[in-house]
């Protein structure tokens, strides 16, 4: 069992940056998959990237070359540094871990605008 928390959120103009930060309750060292989802308004969850143990990673279409994400496992904590925001990139973002099931974490707002 884990609790994700994420933070880093926030306003942001089209082109700027934003680092969400999620912090699980336990070590992160064995948790094979963790990442990132997001849900915009009136549309579904998405996946926006997910990575391995191993530090392999995968990204949506929408968002390769401008997110990335990482985890540092001495700080139990997964982060996503996201590069050149679009509007289209605002949504609540929610921290993902896979173990024997899926946990998510509250969520945390990213608008993109002018």
């Known amino acids: 069992q884990v609790q994700l928390v994420e933070s880093g959120g926030g306003l942001v103009q089209p082109g700027g940056s934003l680092r969400l930060s999620c912090a699980a309750s336990r070590s992160i060292f064995s948790i094979n998959i963790m990442g990132w989802y997001r849900q915009a308004p009136g549309k579904q969850r998405e996946m926006v990237t997910l990575i391995t143990s191993g530090g392999s990673t995968n990204y949506a279409d929408s968002v390769k070359g401008r997110f990335a994400v990482s985890r540092d496992n001495a700080v139990n904590t997964v982060y996503l540094q996201m590069n050149s925001l679009k509007p289209e990139d605002t949504a609540v973002y929610y921290c993902?871990?896979?173990?024997?099931?899926?946990?998510w974490g509250q969520g945390t707002q990213v608008t993109v605008s002018s």
């Open positions: 993902h871990a896979r173990i024997a099931r899926v946990y």
